[in-house]
């Protein structure tokens, strides 16, 4: 019997994506566990596979579409020496719903629901024993909605009930207590002040014609900048950052780099300056284990290793690749680390869990010229530093007397729910301390 297979949800948050690239082509026989295609969510590209065997009828979205929705028909899947139905006939005996239709059911349960539960749980059987088949979102919901499997009807293969089946009986069940309740009487909203010049919730509508005479091209939000945008805006709206300044004399560091350096060529590796900030950073946040946490809603988690997020420019937005347990490896071996996360979000390659995670994020600019800046904490870390370009300045020094360093400008943007001034300056302290004395941090 043709099924269709959907657009999976290749993770708990996503509701569409792109299809990059086909890696079969219709009248290919493909079986379980064989790639199908390359799929573009907001932040990476990641491969999906066939759950069932096959032979490719039809490949309903064309490579490069985005914005493809999740369980929207992307395929069609036949059975050996089936032929493909008309379009009519596709829709009355493969209904979305059928078991490979459920591919993303199945994809968003295992992302949404434990490990434990999926493997032990039993599946429900009706009144007079006999199992009742249903998709393990299926399951899920109708437990999110106490609704009893066993009274509904499949609308799957052989009877097998599927997500929209439970949904359907879930907004039926509330058809009649939403019509008895009475509707609440409208309350405005009470108006809010205009910022200068600027309305409030001035629609894209509005923009546009406010530009409409001015030449311009429009650029359409992909994924990435989709998410960048509301997580941004939710860590400006939500979290009560404030800011710790400090210079930080970089001569002993450039002097060992260089000495470094020399003495590693042969094995092909170059330590960066960056490469010392990440390391400085970690140990910095085991010197000060307070300061080495993430909020977590309605509570602190305080995490023992250092993992250090760094931000990664990409065409279109950025990447915050995750240096797991940077406290414990060489310099050597952030440097390789770093190049190949970098490499791989420029590509778009890296796996959820490299980008996810962390307590704590560097974003360094130095490299434009940029002398310093204030960086937007990431949620859920505690902070962010932001890291300028090493200057010649003149300094008074240790005698009294004007000499010129290579000074550094950072900025730590510090989430005041989780650190407080003082565990804030302590934590600045230390990464400024393990960057004037860089001998120390091999040690």
Not at 44 to 56: Q, S
Not at 64 to 78: E, P, Y
Request: glycine share 8%; hydrophobic share 45%; charged share 25%.
């Amino acid at each position: 019997m043709a099924t269709e297979i959907l657009m999976p949800a290749l993770s708990p948050t996503m509701e569409e994506g792109t299809l990059a690239k086909w890696l079969v082509k219709e009248g290919d026989t493909v079986t379980s566990g064989q790639i199908l295609a390359e799929i573009e969510t907001d932040k990476a590209t990641m491969e999906f596979e066939a759950v069932d065997e096959g032979i490719v009828g039809k490949l309903l979205v064309a490579e490069g579409t985005s914005g493809v929705k999740v369980n929207a028909a992307i395929a069609v899947l036949l059975d050996e020496g089936e032929a493909m139905p008309e379009a009519g006939a596709a829709k009355a005996e493969a209904p979305k719903t059928d078991a490979k239709a459920d591919t993303a059911e199945t994809v968003e349960a295992k992302a949404t629901t434990p490990a434990a539960a999926r493997g032990s749980a039993p599946a429900p059987k009706s009144g007079d024993g006999t199992r009742v088949f249903a998709s393990p979102l299926a399951r899920r919901i109708a437990a999110d909605k106490g609704l009893d499997l066993a009274t509904l009807t499949g609308s799957g293969p052989r009877g097998r009930i599927v997500k929209a089946d439970v949904e359907a009986q879930g907004s039926a069940a509330a058809a009649p207590k939403a019509a008895a309740a009475p509707a609440p009487a409208a309350t405005p909203a009470p108006a809010k002040p205009a910022a200068a010049g600027m309305p409030q919730g001035m629609s894209a509508d509005t923009v546009r014609k406010i530009y409409a005479d001015r030449e311009h091209t429009e650029v359409t939000l992909d994924g990435m900048r989709k998410t960048i945008a509301a997580r941004l805006t939710e860590a400006k709206q939500t979290i009560p950052h404030f800011y710790l300044r400090r210079e930080v004399r970089l001569d002993a560091l450039m002097a060992f780099r260089e000495t470094l350096n020399g003495q590693i060529a042969a094995r092909g590796i170059k330590l960066s300056v960056n490469d010392f900030i990440i390391k400085a950073c970690a140990l910095a946040l085991q010197a000060v284990p307070d300061a080495n946490a993430v909020w977590a809603g309605d509570r602190i988690l305080k995490l023992k290793p250092s993992d250090v997020a760094v931000a990664v420019a990409i065409e279109g937005g950025l990447f915050t690749p995750v240096l797991k347990d940077a406290h414990q490896k060489s310099l050597s071996a952030l440097s390789a680390e770093m190049k190949d996360l970098a490499g791989r979000a420029r590509n778009k390659k890296l796996a959820p869990h490299e980008y996810q995670g962390g307590s704590f994020a560097i974003s360094n600019l130095g490299m434009f010229g940029i002398e310093n800046f204030d960086a937007v904490i990431n949620p859920p870390h505690g902070a962010i530093l932001a890291v300028g370009a090493g200057l010649k300045k003149p300094v008074v020094g240790k005698d009294g007397q004007i000499e010129v360093a290579t000074m550094m400008s950072m900025t730590l943007s510090v989430d005041h729910r989780v650190i407080d001034g003082a565990l804030g300056a302590e934590l600045m302290k230390a990464i400024v301390e393990n960057l004037e004395n860089p001998m120390a941090m091999l040690a």
